[in-house]
């Protein structure tokens, strides 16, 4: 069977070379870095490298402003938490954009519980932060301000490098969420004013087992995992070397590879898209169109009449690996929070797709896959009970309106007792 | 290692793939159709009773997986029932006959119930008589 | 050069069969565990298994009370703050001992700036914990006791038992820090009465970048690290699948050779105490004797008028790899927490060497060190003004006191101008 | 991959290894031996002092590899100086000469300066006539 992976940004494979690079730390340099005799120190110097190589992805002043943890939720939460309990006396206000991952928004509710407080600026409808909103929603308590430099569902950008000037011209540290972009658009802490920037390795063909966060010296941060002092006392436990010196070298590959990965991408988001948005009827691009606003990976689609759950496994079924924003397919049947910012409807929430490229994808597999989501979303539109009351003019589209009946979501509200969630 | 994952059991995905008595009965003497409140799908269930007994029963739905393979299990099921017995029906049913569902997916046999519950209702409204069979049987 | 590894404490090399088996989760097993497609489902099937095989080590009911973290280290902190902020209304108290590990006693610091408080019972001489210490610590708002199992500097085996009865009796969460003691000695959590125990997998030749926590339904916790719901909402962030993978096989081999591999460092200790104690004079063992109430793999040394940072380099320069608990060699100049807590004379804790043995050492290793070791105590010693000093009389052996002269402890506080410490 | 990892630079580690002026002189000058309250370490220089210029020093420690290589250092720094040259020592220059030390070393060369600081002063107690040349150049 064919085999498309198009969920680079759930995860991606190890490169080649990188596991070559690992292979030695497992049996050979098994050290421990706080050990020293020949075995730590050996490893030592194999994390000054791979701290050199993450400075360079995002153009860190300073290596020693890299910080090694277990993974981008990690990162996230020592972030927040980390901030917010160095400048308790300061304040206790945090600002934050309602699209975050939730390692991000879930961190915040947990110091809620302990006396901080928190505003969510709002975003447009493709995902889009105002600075100016950042700006309006700080108050003299404010202490960090969160913004993701690329959003993890739709793709959109952020306009980190206007928020960052505002945080500067404040005073207030300023966290950056480049999980869903490190790797695949070009990083500068220094131009973006970021005072931290987390990044996990595993999203760009590095090893799991370890997440970055950058923070420089204006930031003051204290340790979230107690213990030894490993990394200067600002991460305790022992450091996982295999995965670092991996992930060192992934980074140092996609930092000499972004133009052509960049480049790559872009040409088969396009092909995917317009494939798409030309055989298949009522689908929908969410997050801005492909450009200099959107990151070149990722699509994120709704396809209306028909649920995401059922595309996702039919997807599967045919060798295609996506993933989905969809209720149905989350543990707590909630649609994505990310679609709901948006203000996106109901209905076509529950039909979405996200689509994510990497740089081994193809032209073929892209109209591989255009092709085999025709058939697709005709067999599912084929079983759909909304199809067919769209096809009798009992509904109506929201993609393309015709006015010509109630809309599906009014409709589901009306057999379902209540309006979904 | 083996190159087959699924998310549901072989008995779901066979009736999520191959979905038995998919469609519209025409001229159906009964119609329900539910909504889920929790995730938003939706059912659709038709049936056609002959002499008090489901001669036929189509579905539509608008869902995940678990919530097609209910559907085309719970239309499989209830063929050849009484109308009273169909009242009987319980998602457990569903759930048993698909040899299991993920906990958090039980909720879709629980519209299959209820979409089969609705166009039973549907049927009695058109057809007051057979109230008195279920009478009999529920007492 | 010779290569003999003695710090299996710090950590422990892979085993060949342990990378094989997490070898094809890097480029071909690649998936995330919450992808709902081919590649997640796949990694999910091998994080079950690894659920049992840790299960299995330490006896627990269910897998599903299994839960895995980045490290020992974040195990400690989940179990701890796990416990305590899931409990905060019940009370705010926890009993530790003052010989856990610093991911523990610094937890409960950064809990006691958050309203906790600690009491932290004493240990006698050779590091033991007596359950009535612990059970007179008790108040009503104790919510947590956290016992190690084995001390990870001088080897002491725990009576955890005995207290796991005093924490059921009194209906309190019990913790087991068993990252010194996992895969080398038996570990029976039903039969300690632990409701939850920590290990770590590089300790027992698995890779690191994983931890383990047990908790069973008897004791709530929260979640610290907050983010998506892996691992049943209890910890946040992508699994570190390969990692996971390894251990598991790890723990199931370890259990598999468990009394090969005590019954083979058991006689390797033995080997090498009484070798050095015949040789090296005004040598000092701390904790236990070998035998019931010591792990079988290390040994806690004093070396009289020798400092340990010089002991542990010249040992590194002859190719053996140990550890030290002196002052020289920890990042804040102090010595070993537990050193102090068993009262052991500065002096000797300044001279202090960990050697800790695995399955792999051989008896001509053990000799050689033996051999080595000799040497380089008669080296250092000739260059220490104190071994000087204590030939002529002017300062006293604490190990075999003769009487003719003032401890060495108080001629250095007399020379310093203060009291070490 | 290289097989050399050590702790400390090449400098310090030969003086570690094969420590210069190890020992103690008969009949010294001066001795001096002071401790370190941070750590514990103990170090004790001795010096032989004839017409105002030391020409030999000798030194014992107890203390960690950069003790050891900062004394070994110190003592080969000093021989040939004038007392009062001596007086002006300064710990840089056992870190200088040492090509650096790990921060958390530092203090190791300053035990070092100190041992000999108490070494000249102990020289001056008994040869008081010396504090002649001392006051000539500090002054
Ligand atoms: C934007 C963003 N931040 C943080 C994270 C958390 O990273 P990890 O899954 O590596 O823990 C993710 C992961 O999906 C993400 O997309
Ligand atoms: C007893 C004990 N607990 C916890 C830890 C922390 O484990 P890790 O270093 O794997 O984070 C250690 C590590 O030395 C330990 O010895």
Not at chain 1, 126 to 133: A, F, H, L
Not at chain 1, 302 to 330: K, W, Y
Not at chain 2, 99 to 123: N, R
């Amino acid at each position: 069977m064919r085999n498309v992976f198009l969920d680079h940004q759930s995860t991606t494979p190890v490169l080649p070379e990188v596991f070559d690079a690992m292979k030695p730390y497992f049996m050979e340099a098994f050290g421990n870095a706080s050990s020293l005799h020949k075995h730590g120190l050996r490893v030592r110097d194999a994390l000054a490298v791979a701290r050199k190589q993450f400075a360079a992805l995002i153009n860190a002043e300073s290596p020693e402003d890299i910080f090694f943890t277990s993974d981008g939720t990690e990162s996230s939460n020592l972030a927040v938490k980390g901030v917010a309990y160095a400048n308790q006396k300061k304040g206790n206000h945090i600002v934050l954009s309602e699209t975050e991952h939730p390692s991000i928004i879930a961190s915040v509710e947990f110091l809620e519980k302990q006396g901080f407080t928190s505003t969510k600026v709002k975003v447009d409808r493709e995902g889009r932060i105002k600075p100016e909103d950042v700006r309006a929603a700080l108050t003299d308590k404010t202490i960090l301000i969160c913004v993701h430099h690329v959003n993890h569902d739709i793709g959109t950008i952020q306009p980190v490098q206007a928020i960052g000037k505002i945080a500067a011209e404040k005073g207030i540290a300023f966290y950056v969420d480049a999980e869903a972009s490190a790797g695949w658009l070009p990083i500068d802490v220094q131009s973006m004013g970021a005072n931290l920037l987390s990044f996990s390795p595993h999203r760009f063909y590095g090893p799991k087992g370890v997440g970055v966060l950058y923070r420089n010296r204006k930031a003051r941060i204290v340790s979230m995992m107690h213990g030894g002092v490993q990394e200067g006392g600002r991460r305790a436990g022992t450091e996982n070397i295999p995965a670092i010196v991996g992930a060192g070298l992934a980074a140092q590959i996609a930092q000499e590879e972004l133009s052509v990965r960049i480049a790559h991408t872009a040409t088969l988001q396009n092909r995917l898209w317009n494939g798409l948005r030309e055989k298949v009827e009522y689908i929908k691009l969410n997050g801005p169109e492909p450009g200099p606003e959107r990151i070149s990976t990722t699509l994120n689609l709704s396809t209306e009449f028909i649920e995401g759950e059922g595309q996702l496994l039919l997807c599967d079924m045919n060798g295609i690996a996506v993933a989905s924003g969809s209720s149905c397919v989350s543990k707590s049947l909630k649609i994505s929070h990310v679609l709901a910012a948006i203000g996106l409807d109901h209905a076509l929430a529950q039909g979405n797709i996200i689509m994510s490229l990497g740089k081994d994808n193809t032209a073929e597999e892209v109209d591989y896959v255009v092709e085999t989501f025709v058939k697709i979303a005709d067999r599912l539109r084929g079983m759909s009970p909304m199809w067919d009351e769209f096809q009798r003019g009992v509904i109506d589209s929201v993609i393309k309106p015709t006015g010509r009946g109630k809309s599906f979501s009014d409709h589901a509200a009306h057999i379902s007792g209540k309006a979904a969630h | 290692m083996s190159e087959t994952y699924t998310l549901y059991n072989n008995t779901v995905m066979d009736h999520f793939m191959n979905p038995r008595n998919m469609g519209d009965i025409k001229d159906a003497d009964g119609v329900g159709e539910v909504g889920a409140a929790a995730c938003g799908d939706i059912m659709k269930i038709s049936l056609r009773i002959k002499d008090g007994k489901i001669e036929d029963a189509r579905f539509k739905t608008f869902g995940c997986g678990s919530a097609i393979a209910s559907s085309s299990m719970a239309t499989e099921l209830i063929k050849g029932r009484t109308v009273a017995e169909a009242m009987q029906f319980s998602n457990q049913e569903v759930v048993d006959a698909l040899g299991g569902l993920p906990p958090v997916k039980i909720h879709c046999s629980v519209l299959a119930e209820e979409a089969l519950k609705a166009a039973l209702e549907d049927y009695s409204k058109k057809h007051p008589e057979s109230l008195n069979d279920k009478k009999a049987v529920t007492a």
